[in-house]
């Protein structure tokens, strides 16, 4: 059994944190991506999860005209595991607000669909995070998609060397998937937003619990490689209360009482990154993503609704990965 | 006829009426791709009375095996093999499926294993990479080729190997099943039990997961009795208190009353809160019906199987 040099840097547990920062992703290595020249950014202020999310979703989404009549819309929440107390997954009342300003906007059909990275049973996280609830009464049909039809799709960009990946069918026949990420800080990549969202998207029943094939090739690679080949049409982050420190599961929570909706994924993980006192232009698959996939700099992104303000004490992180803090006052922070 | 046996039989049912032509069934019933993991539990699952059923079940099997002995994730999968190798041929093996097919399986195992294993690996996690608390010589089986060893692909290769018979490599076969088993306790959580394989990342315990204990439980079946298989079946009987979810349940009920604990209370919450008709997934209805044979004392994993 050889080891591959390439990926020996990057960790197979997706362990090796310093990859983030270690890894050089120079050479844009995708074919057949544009990037749009300006992307639109929405701020939200929210200040709790409560039921008038809908009204301030919807209030967003009208900056947007964004056209879903008659189509099928994917919402691709962050769904990852239970633990009472922690604000690990997307909240359902965001994802319940989500279904409910879609269907207004004329959407044909809206689903949820989420395939959990470490844990199989995903109906259980659906009943215990509450979620399986929203939807029943919403009566949105959830998708399994560690457990969906395959279909095989060829990579459109290169950076882990994979020449395909097998995709769950409902990802593939959606007209808009909007990926719903909650705002986390990553103890393997800095952080967790809705870019590093689409390794929901990866099914467990083929590359299992976890996925850890994303793992040997490289976490960032991976979610450049994915993030070229799913198109994301629209984000919706949920920063109402995020978590900092050991995320994505055993960091704390840390509320920021905002939404974030976006038009390009990029742009909208480089302003979450900001709202966290973060320097987006640190994050590997942020910066490399810049390249090809969408907007990094404030320059290129117009905010529709609250300015960007970084907190005044930045998200905690594990050490690794204290080098993603902003500097005072550096141009791609703010 | 009980609740309980109404309710297997309408779980059978639905099984019997969602079979593919091909002879596999699906993960979802709305799908038309096999799945290799719900054709062996639903095999499993399927009286020996449904002769027609599992004949075209087993055919499927042997149709898609690889020609290295393994089997894919699915029907039109890659030919790389997948971490459900153990379990079809643990599935074969209780249908009394033997020769070439399954020698070739079990050659697979045995050279197969978690990339962990390689010197280079053992290195660098023993070296560098030390946030995931785990002991690189213990190694187990992948989900899939060139990737480490998690805990359900290894629990499912120990069930097929401990059944294995006729191998000619015994000293290998023994070496691995031993291997295996200390993988599974070199991965346990903290408090019990097994989630996918971590159970202590960047100094936080990681909690465990009642299907993955479950698996990992029964396929220490037979081992000495310890603290650990204590703890991690005292785990799992509390957590089977609050988990309404079918097939984590249902898992749960297979390893508790592998290891004679009490299990009827389970038994009788599945059989009500599971409507088999509004159960999308067939993995789970086929783990749902394997659950409730556990009233009439059958478990397919076993000592009693």
């Avoid at chain 1, 074919?31 to 200040?47: D, K, M, N, W, Y």
């Avoid at chain 2, 899939?144 to 805990?151: F, K, R």
Wanted: one cysteine or more; hydrophobic letters at 40%; aromatic letters at 8%.
């Amino acid at each position: 059994m050889k080891a591959d040099p390439g990926t020996f840097l990057a960790g197979p547990f997706g362990l090796a944190a310093g990859a983030a920062t270690t890894v050089r992703l120079d050479k844009p290595s995708s074919r057949s991506i544009g990037r749009q020249p300006r992307s639109r950014v929405a701020i939200l202020h929210a200040e709790s999860y409560s039921q008038n999310l809908e009204q301030v979703l919807r209030s967003g989404l009208d900056l947007f005209r964004l056209d879903v009549r008659a189509k099928t819309v994917l919402l691709k929440p962050n769904l990852v595991d239970y633990a009472p107390g922690n604000h690990i997954n997307t909240h359902p009342l965001l994802v319940s607000a989500a279904v409910e300003c879609f269907r207004r906007l004329g959407a044909s059909t809206v689903l949820v669909g989420e395939g959990p990275g470490n844990q199989r049973d995903t109906e259980l996280v659906l009943c215990e995070s509450g979620m399986a609830d929203h939807l029943r009464q919403q009566k949105v049909r959830f998708v399994d998609l560690n457990r969906d039809e395959l279909v095989e799709r060829p990579l459109l960009a290169n950076y882990t060397g994979m020449k395909s990946l097998w995709l769950p069918r409902a990802i593939l026949a959606s007209d808009v998937v909007v990926s719903m990420p909650k705002v986390k800080t990553h103890h393997w990549s800095g952080v967790t937003l809705s870019m590093k969202n689409l390794f929901g998207v990866v099914p467990g029943a083929k590359y299992g619990w976890p996925k850890n094939i994303l793992h040997w090739k490289g976490i960032e690679r991976s979610i450049l490689d994915l993030c070229a080949t799913v198109p994301v049409h629209f984000v919706i982050a949920d920063a109402i209360v995020a978590m900092e420190g050991n995320g994505p599961l055993n960091g704390k929570p840390r509320p920021l009482n905002r939404i974030v909706l976006a038009d390009d994924p990029v742009a909208a993980d480089a302003t979450c990154a900001r709202l966290m006192g973060l320097d987006p232009e640190r994050v590997t698959h942020i910066r490399a993503g810049a390249r090809f996939l969408g907007n990094l700099s404030t320059v290129l992104i117009d905010q529709v609704a609250e300015p960007v303000q970084s907190p005044e004490h930045p998200f905690e992180l594990v050490p690794e990965f204290a080098c993603l803090r902003a500097s005072p006052m550096s141009e791609s922070s703010l | 006829m009980d609740d309980t046996q109404r309710a297997n039989r309408l779980c059978l049912a639905q099984l019997v009426a969602r079979q593919l032509p091909g002879g596999g069934w699906p993960f979802s019933f709305r799908a038309a791709q096999s799945s290799v993991e719900t054709t062996a539990l639903t095999l499993l699952a399927l009286p020996s009375t449904f002769i027609r059923e599992r004949e075209r079940a087993i055919r499927f099997l042997l149709q898609i095996q690889n020609p290295n002995g393994n089997w894919p994730s699915f029907a039109g999968d890659d030919k790389r093999g997948s971490g459900y190798t153990g379990l079809v041929l643990y599935a074969l093996n209780r249908s009394r499926v033997e020769g070439k097919p399954a020698k070739r399986a079990v050659d697979w195992l045995l050279h197969s294993r978690g990339r962990e294993s390689h010197w280079l690996w053992k290195w660098k996690f023993r070296t560098s990479d030390r946030h995931v608390r785990f002991d690189p010589d213990k190694f187990g089986w992948p989900w899939m080729p060139e990737t480490a060893s998690w805990v359900v692909p290894t629990a499912y290769s120990l069930l097929a190997l401990r059944h294995a018979s006729g191998s000619s490599q015994q000293d290998l076969l023994s070496f691995r099943i031993r291997r295996g088993v200390e993988m599974l306790y070199d991965r346990i959580c903290p408090g019990g039990g097994w989630n996918a394989g971590n159970g202590f990342v960047y100094g936080s315990a990681l909690s465990a997961y009642p299907d993955a204990t479950a698996v990992a439980l029964l396929a220490l079946w037979g081992e000495p009795p310890n603290g650990l298989i204590t703890a991690s079946l005292d785990w799992l009987e509390r957590r089977a208190e609050t988990c309404l979810a079918p097939w984590s349940l249902a898992w749960a009920i297979l390893a508790l009353h592998g290891f004679k604990r009490p299990t009827q209370t389970w038994i009788n919450l599945l059989s009500t809160v599971v409507e088999p008709a509004a159960i999308e997934d067939c993995a789970t209805l086929a783990m749902v019906s394997l659950a409730l044979r556990c009233a009439s004392g059958r478990n397919v994993f076993g000592a009693n199987s």
